[in-house]
């Protein structure tokens, strides 16, 4: 049997849809066909400035309610946040007492239906987050956000792992777990398709879709940049912002010198030697928040006119089956961004945001961050910082291995931290309750 065969015959008797086939057949084809995997720097030139995000809605008017309810809110959820010691989907973290990542999500669907608004909301939950999201969604059983949890829920697919030598899907006998991988949120789309669901939300009127990641707690659904999007006519735009030394492994906008068509390059794309240009601030100024704003009427035709799929650059990872084992069977895997469809549509845009856009969830100091007095969160969702931080968030730094994990912030305790620039804690520490840090503290031997 072939290999295309091998493969479709495999995810076929996963039950995985075509659009999960195509998708990964594609990415397979791109690999076997001496496609270049990586976007080398001198084939690209840095984004020049962009539109700003505050001069585009500050003079519109916010959608009414019936542009509203031709929106869907989708939230990548797919991750269980293992590297803060999880063993549950992520955006079941708490935040503040009695509120986690999911309970804000809801808060702010929730808020824009109170006002009459018809939004859908929408979880792509992969296979290990989808229980204990959907027993959390019980909580919502009675607010009118759906007639059953299931209602909100877009399965991520997975793909196989794919033997180096072969390309054929690698099989484990007894360890079969281990033969399949996460696809990346380049999966959105095939996801949306072959669930039905784009099909679904064309058919209910809904033709515009706000993207982005469960943990950027930032990435709130706006009516006015919802007005400026639809009139704008644009296909696709992306929000970017700027890059600092902390940002500079994310991946970056840049321009296609060939025919000046933006693209998004990630660190995985790039050439060893391409490296230090790729994490070069300077030079590339904007990286891709994964807050995203599509038309899904021209992303349905766009994947009808192209066999139900969306030609994503394939990013090419070598791993070994078991990730635990390095001298198990080597293997590939395969995985796209979903911002990289930027270069798919003639007439995408890309918009610099202010940071405040950008306030994702990835490590305890993050989350303590959130937790303390220097962010406020109403009872619509909306998260901002304290005005004592003069729209600037503290940086702040837990470097003792034992902060890695989030069930240490317990024993670190919470201190106001709303007037302070930076915080290091390179120590086990405690602080008491109502303890109040000011300016630049260091917590050290």
């Not at 690999?31 to 840095?46: A, Q, R, V, W, Y």
């Not at 500079?248 to 840049?254: T, V």
Request: proline share 6%; with cysteine; charged share 20%.
């Amino acid at each position: 049997m072939k290999r295309d065969e091998l493969i479709r015959l495999k995810m076929e008797k996963a039950g995985l849809p075509e659009a999960a086939i195509r998708a990964m057949l594609h990415g397979v084809a791109e690999l076997s066909g001496g496609h270049k995997m990586t976007i080398d720097e001198e084939d690209i030139l840095p984004v020049p400035d962009l539109p700003e995000w505050e001069q585009l809605v500050g003079d519109t008017e916010a959608a009414d309610a019936e542009l509203l309810s031709q929106m869907v809110v989708i939230k990548l959820n797919g991750g269980l946040g293992t590297s803060m010691g999880l063993q549950k989907a992520k955006s079941l973290l708490s935040i503040k007492p009695g509120i986690n990542f999911l309970d804000l999500i809801v808060r702010q669907v929730l808020a824009l239906q109170q006002a009459g608004c018809a939004v859908q909301l929408l979880l792509m939950n992969s296979f290990s987050t989808s229980a204990d999201t959907l027993q959390h969604l019980q909580h919502y059983a009675n607010s009118g956000l759906f007639a059953q949890a299931e209602d909100v829920e877009l399965m991520q697919n997975k793909v196989p792992k794919l033997l180096r030598d072969t390309l054929e899907p690698v099989s484990l006998p007894g360890h079969e777990t281990l033969e399949w991988c996460p696809p990346g949120h380049g999966d959105l789309y095939a996801a949306l398709a072959g669930s039905g669901r784009l099909e679904q939300l064309l058919q209910r009127g809904i033709r515009y879709a706000f993207v982005s990641n469960s943990d950027n707690l930032g990435a709130q659904p706006d009516a006015r940049f919802l007005r400026w999007f639809a009139e704008s006519g644009s296909p696709f735009v992306m929000e970017v912002t700027q890059r600092t030394e902390a940002d500079k492994k994310g991946g970056h906008l840049a321009l296609r010198k060939a025919d000046g068509q933006l693209i998004l390059r990630e660190v995985a794309q790039c050439a060893d030697s391409d490296v230090p240009q790729f994490q070069n601030i300077s030079r590339h100024r904007f990286f891709n928040t994964n807050n995203l704003w599509i038309r899904l009427d021209i992303l349905h035709d766009f994947m009808q006119m192209h066999g139900g799929v969306i030609p994503l650059p394939i990013i090419c990872n070598a791993k070994t089956a078991d990730p635990r084992d390095p001298k198990s069977t080597p293997v590939y895997q395969l995985e796209t961004a979903m911002g990289a469809a930027i270069q798919c549509f003639p007439g995408a845009q890309a918009v610099n945001v202010p940071r405040t856009r950008f306030f994702p969830v990835k490590t305890s100091s993050d989350l303590l961050l959130l937790r303390s007095d220097a962010v406020e969160i109403d009872d619509s969702g909306r998260m901002q910082l304290a005005p004592e931080c003069h729209g600037i968030a503290p940086v702040i730094r837990l470097n003792h291995p034992s902060y890695k994990m989030v069930d240490s912030l317990d024993a670190l305790g919470v201190p106001s931290l709303k007037n302070v620039q930076h915080l290091t804690v390179d120590i086990p520490w405690h602080f008491e309750p109502g303890a109040v840090l000011r300016g630049d503290v260091h917590i050290g031997a």
